[in-house]
C-alpha cells in the first residue's frame, strides 16, 4: 500500500481512530530516534571505555556484598 492510499485510508476512519493513528505513530517515531541516539553514544563512548582502565576500574568489585554503615 502506497502513502496515498494509505492517507485515504486513515482519512476515512473516525475521528477518535485517526488521532490513535497519530499518536502511536509519533510514539513510535520518538522511540526510534531515542534508540538511534543512545546507540549512538554508546559507540562514541566504547573506544574511552575498552582504553581507559579508569572508567571500569570498580566493575571489579560489582558483585561483592555492600553493607550500609550506621
Do not use: C, H, W
Request: hydrophobic share 40%.
Amino acid at each position: 500500500m502506497g502513502t496515498t492510499e494509505l492517507i485515504r485510508e486513515i482519512q476515512q476512519l473516525p475521528v477518535a481512530k485517526r488521532i490513535l493513528v497519530i499518536e502511536r505513530t509519533l510514539k513510535s517515531i520518538r522511540e526510534s530516534d531515542l534508540r538511534k541516539k543512545m546507540k549512538n553514544a554508546a559507540n562514541s563512548l566504547l573506544n574511552d571505555y575498552l582504553m581507559d582502565n579508569e572508567l571500569t576500574s570498580f566493575t571489579a568489585i560489582d558483585f561483592d556484598n555492600f553493607y550500609e554503615a550506621r
